[in-house]
């Protein structure tokens, strides 16, 4: 099982065992935001170079989590019945009408036919909040299959709505942890995995994006509550400095108030970011699930 980096932003630090693939010419399509057709076609290329033993994925910026997509229908595609886990400060189940962006993923997640349900666990945006409602996505949440799990936000619209079964709020991360756990072990079912590091605290890692209040350890012990169950994951969070050449790449990102990285820094986080992640790929490589064949 070898971790594969996908070299899109040049983020990515050496990871043990780890295959390196050039993707730098699909930069500033796929950055952000992109065409569901650019999309395809990507996930296209990926399939014929991503090797059949592949473990982690390193993608880079959390600019380019939509690309979880193809990597969740590969995996669903070989296992049905796939469960999606997603940390993440956010809930990426935001509107977004013009294709598909790093905040917008999780609904065409669902669509896919191998993928049962999603959990995006450790939210703290007020992107679920009232003000924000109606950006999100509904019908995922109405369905059952969309759930929310977050702390320090208000969420009480939703339970006027209908949809209290599908938001999970806590006081604190620990209460919130403690009730995930305990929610997983009721169920068996393989999980997909995917990481962003802005659901962690700015105290253990930083990254382009608002960050949540998850601390490392708690990370860890989320991922032990899994253990034997992932059968594919990415990971997304890298730190990179993005030059977008089109114009509404860069109105977008300033509306979502991208966070700017400064660049005597740079090198700092990014250390700071190789050395989580080689800790990440550790417990995570414990917690998979032995491949039957």
């Given at each position: 099982m070898y971790?594969?980096?996908?070299?899109?932003d040049?983020?990515?630090g050496?990871l043990?065992?780890g295959?390196?693939i050039a993707?730098d010419?699909w930069?500033?399509?796929?950055?952000?935001?992109?065409?569901r057709?650019?999309?395809?076609g990507?996930?296209?290329e990926l399939?014929?170079k991503?090797?059949?033993d592949?473990?982690?994925?390193f993608i880079g910026?959390?600019?380019?989590h939509?690309?979880?997509?193809?990597?969740i229908?590969?995996?669903?595609?070989?296992?049905?019945?796939l469960d999606v886990?997603?940390?993440?400060?956010h809930p990426d189940?935001?509107?977004?009408?013009?294709?598909?962006?790093?905040?917008?993923?999780?609904r065409?997640?669902?669509?896919?036919?191998?993928v049962?349900?999603v959990?995006?666990?450790?939210i703290?945006?007020?992107?679920?909040?009232l003000?924000?409602a109606?950006e999100?996505?509904?019908?995922?949440l109405?369905?059952?299959?969309l759930?929310?799990w977050?702390?320090?936000?208000?969420?009480?619209w939703?339970r006027?709505?209908?949809?209290?079964h599908?938001f999970?709020?806590?006081?604190?991360?620990?209460t919130?942890?403690r009730a995930?756990a305990?929610?997983?072990a009721?169920d068996?079912s393989?999980?997909y995995l995917s990481i962003?590091?802005?659901?962690?605290?700015?105290?253990?890692?930083?990254t382009?994006?608002d960050?949540?209040l998850?601390?490392e350890?708690?990370l860890?012990a989320?991922?032990q509550?899994?253990?034997?169950?992932?059968?594919?994951?990415?990971?997304?969070?890298?730190?990179?400095?993005?030059?977008?050449?089109?114009w509404w790449?860069r109105?977008?990102?300033?509306?979502?108030q991208?966070?700017?990285v400064?660049a005597?820094q740079?090198?700092?986080?990014?250390e700071?970011?190789?050395?989580?992640?080689?800790?990440?790929?550790q417990?995570?490589q414990?917690?998979w699930r032995?491949?039957p064949?």
């Open positions: 971790p594969i980096a996908l070299d899109l040049g983020s990515i050496p043990e065992r295959i390196r993707l010419g930069t500033e399509r796929l950055r952000f935001a992109c065409s057709r650019a999309l395809r990507f996930g296209r399939a014929g991503m090797p059949r592949a473990g982690p994925v910026s959390g600019d380019f939509h690309l979880s997509l193809p990597l229908e590969r995996t669903s595609a070989r296992l049905p019945g886990v997603v940390f993440d400060n189940n935001m509107r977004f009408p013009f294709g598909i962006h790093c905040g917008s993923w999780v065409r997640a669902l669509a896919l036919p191998g049962r349900q959990h995006v666990v450790g703290t945006s007020p992107d679920i909040g003000g924000h109606w999100n996505y509904l019908r995922p109405y369905s059952k299959r759930r929310y977050s702390t320090g936000v208000d969420v009480a939703a006027r709505l209908g949809l209290g599908a999970s709020s806590f006081d604190d991360i620990e919130l942890h995930f305990e929610h997983m009721r068996r393989p999980i962003d590091k802005d659901v962690l605290s700015v105290e253990d890692a930083r382009n994006w960050q949540g998850m601390r350890s708690q860890t989320a991922l509550a899994l253990r034997g169950r992932i059968v594919g994951c990415d990971i997304t969070g890298e730190v990179s400095v993005a030059h977008y050449r089109q790449k109105l977008l990102s300033s509306l979502d991208q966070c700017e400064p005597d740079l090198a700092d986080w990014q700071t970011q190789h050395a989580l992640n080689r800790r990440l790929l417990r995570i414990a917690a032995p491949d064949a």
